[in-house]
T-cell receptor, first 114, second 115 residues
Framework: DAGVTQSPTHLIKTRGQHVTLRCSPI?????VSWYQQVLGQGPQFIFQYYEKEERGRGNFPDRFSARQFPNYSSELNVNALLLGDSALYLC?????????????FGNGTRLTVT | DQQVKQNSPSLSVQEGRISILNCDYT??????FLWYKKYPAEGPTFLIS?????DKNEDGRFTVFLNKSAKHLSLHIVPSQPGDSAVYFCAASWRSGGSNYKLTFGKGTLLTVNP
């Protein structure tokens, strides 16, 4: 079975630009979460979506937004990029029908802002 | 303020010996704890979890111990293998508060298992 897939794998943007990152969850998983991992730190929660609705938001500015589509895939958008947005962006999905199911992560998108 | 702390950035052990990775937390609302392993250029992979109603959970070579009074958990890997070399993240969530999917991670510990 395919795991969580993310695209693109790498991306280079310039300060002030906009970026869209994409995620396809594991088949059957209806909940998607986004995390940011800066070098030397653990992943930090950005958003959680379930059934196309935002169910949780971390401590990130409004430049960060996301949405979930009817097929449960998701996009993370970041506007007005800053150098500090350079990070690995991880998407995770979970089988929300199984209370004990852990988050399953994709391999991430490495974003570099210059 | 870091709510989940992994105070050892790195750990080196010999193949076949025990690896012990430690994690401390400050938020007493956390009731579910997980360990993830991460290889370079890959996403974190789930290893093992434990609910706050338990003090131990075992899965093969991996055992997680939880000491709620000390707000401390540890991951034991026995025996350690070279393929276990990776960054290990401790994570916690407030499951009973409905925040199942919002994990708070530590900074990670780089485990190196030497042949």
């Amino acid at each position: 079975d395919a795991g969580v897939t993310q695209s693109p794998t790498h991306l280079i943007k310039t300060r002030g630009q906009h970026v869209t990152l994409r995620c396809s969850p594991i088949s059957g998983h209806k909940s998607v979460s986004w995390y940011q991992q800066v070098l030397g730190q653990g992943p930090q929660f950005i958003f959680q979506y379930y059934e196309k609705e935002e169910r949780g938001r971390g401590n990130f500015p409004d430049r960060f937004s996301a949405r979930q589509f009817p097929n449960y895939s998701s996009e993370l958008n970041v506007n007005a990029l800053l150098l500090g947005d350079s990070a690995l962006y991880l998407c995770a999905s979970v089988d929300s029908q199984d209370y004990n199911s852990p988050l399953h992560f994709g391999n991430g998108t490495r974003l570099t802002v210059t | 303020d870091q709510q989940v702390k992994q105070n050892s950035p790195s750990l080196s052990v010999q193949e076949g010996r025990i690896s012990i990775l430690n994690c401390d937390y400050t938020n007493s609302m956390f009731d579910y704890f997980l360990w993830y392993k991460k290889y370079p250029a890959e996403g974190p992979t789930f290893l093992i979890s434990i609910s706050s109603i338990k003090d131990k959970n075992e899965d093969g070579r991996f055992t997680v111990f939880l000491n709620k009074s000390a707000k401390h958990l540890s991951l034991h890997i026995v025996p350690s293998q070279p393929g276990d070399s990776a960054v290990y993240f401790c994570a916690a969530s407030w499951r009973s508060g409905g925040s199942n999917y919002k994990l708070t991670f530590g900074k990670g510990t780089l485990l190196t298992v030497n042949p």
